[in-house]
């Protein structure tokens, strides 16, 4: 990076550019983001939202399978590959709605990997996807490309350390980085980054810090935009 740009942009940054590694193109992690505050909060969030209007639940898959992680939607209901306002395939209920404390902190993950602040200014995430995974949950790797909007993709972590597999664009196997995420990381995958295939091939179950309010597990929110009407 032109160290000219770390000079200029450095007052906006909630970590020192030593806290934030830029693994490909777009694709930055910032370990350590979410305060303690901010963690407890949003483990409380989600855990309304795995009650309802739409439960918590392993998502089915086309061809029969289920997936291993859990999942609960915000903004838009995410299935096998499409996005809809109503859970066809678990309730039938509307989805709840995004909330607006979310889209902030979408913005000020962004202005926090990036340090471009009209880019953070301008990114209004629609939907949220939050995984849980216990200790034996993995998720294959895959492309996220149900969205119409090439726009960043934010991802916060809490509770257990993971195993996280960043790939290429090309396809789902090799190269690609391992990289641990660990309770409080974000990670922003834009740009070049944004349709790179990813997966958790394992989370470290123990690792986590109890204090968040999740005794066993990980919680991963993964906020993005859809790019749908209204
Ligand atoms: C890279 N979630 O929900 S977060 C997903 O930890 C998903 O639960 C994982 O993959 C999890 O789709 C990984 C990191 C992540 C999320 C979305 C991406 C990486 C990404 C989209 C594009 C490129
Ligand atoms: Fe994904």
Not at 57 to 64: E, M
Not at 183 to 210: E, I, K, N, Q
Request: charged share 20%; net charge neutral; aromatic share 10%.
């Amino acid at each position: 990076m032109n160290p000219r740009f770390e000079e200029t942009q450095f007052p906006i940054f909630e970590q020192g550019p030593a806290g934030r590694t830029e693994i490909a193109p777009g694709a930055v992690h910032v370990p350590g983001w979410l305060g303690p505050e901010e963690r407890r909060e949003l483990v409380a969030a989600c855990r309304g939202w795995a009650t309802g209007p739409v439960p918590i639940r392993r998502t089915r898959l086309p061809r029969g399978g289920v997936m291993s992680v859990r999942t609960v939607c915000v903004g838009w209901h995410w299935q096998p590959y499409r996005y809809t306002r109503v859970a066809e395939d678990v309730n039938g209920a509307a989805v709840a709605a995004f909330p607006d404390w979310m889209v902030a902190l979408g913005r000020r993950a962004l202005a926090a990997a990036y340090g471009d602040e009209a880019a953070a200014a301008d990114y209004t995430p629609d939907t949220a996807l939050i995984n849980f995974y216990d200790g034996e949950a993995t998720l294959g790797m895959h492309q996220d490309k149900d969205e119409r909007s090439a726009a960043p993709v934010v991802s916060l972590s809490i509770g257990d350390t993971c195993v996280f597999r960043f790939g290429n664009t090309e396809n789902r196997n090799r190269p690609w980085t391992d990289v641990e995420l660990a309770s409080g990381d974000l990670f922003v995958f834009g740009g070049p980054s944004r349709f790179a295939y990813h997966g958790v091939p394992r989370v470290r179950p123990g690792t986590g810090d109890p204090a968040t309010g999740l005794a066993t597990g990980r919680l991963n929110i993964t906020m993005r935009v859809t790019g749908l009407p209204g």
